[in-house]
């Protein structure tokens, strides 16, 4: 059973940073991919990054280019969403998500939404 847990949510104000981290509970960490999705109240659940097995590859919803880093430390069996410049928009649940071998590029829900572990969610919240 794959377990993920995640950390790291909090209440910011506009301009400032926050880091999620992921802990993921399995042997062969190293061939899922990782990604971070968020859900605002009333709205559909969506992309936001995701990173290769290898590391070697990034993938962002333009929403948050420049502004969000996905990483992963495969000894430590965990990914982290370093977000800054944080605007109130980006008030929502943050969850993660492993798919294995997952393919990074692919942003749409009904892709992840199959074959993948999620954790429980962190709420992120942005003053302005």
């Known amino acids: 059973q794959v377990q993920l847990v995640e950390s790291g949510g909090g209440f910011v104000q506009a301009g400032g940073s926050l880091r999620l981290s992921c802990a993921v509970s399995?042997?062969?960490?190293?061939?899922?991919?990782m990604a971070w999705f968020r859900q605002a109240p009333g709205k559909e659940r969506e992309f936001v990054a995701a990173?290769?097995?290898?590391?070697?590859?990034?993938y962002y919803a333009d929403s948050v280019k420049g502004r969000f880093t996905i990483s992963r430390d495969n000894a430590k069996n965990t990914a982290f969403l370093q977000m800054n410049s944080l605007k109130p928009e980006d008030t929502a649940v943050y969850y993660c998500?492993?798919?294995?071998?997952?393919?990074?590029?692919?942003?749409?829900?009904?892709?992840w939404g199959q074959g993948t572990h999620w954790g429980q969610g962190t709420q992120v919240t942005v003053s302005s």
């Open positions: 998500a492993a798919k294995y071998f997952g393919v990074v590029d692919q942003t749409e829900y009904n892709y």
């Open positions: 399995v042997s062969t960490f190293n061939r899922y991919t």
């Open positions: 990173i290769s097995w290898k590391r070697d590859y990034t």
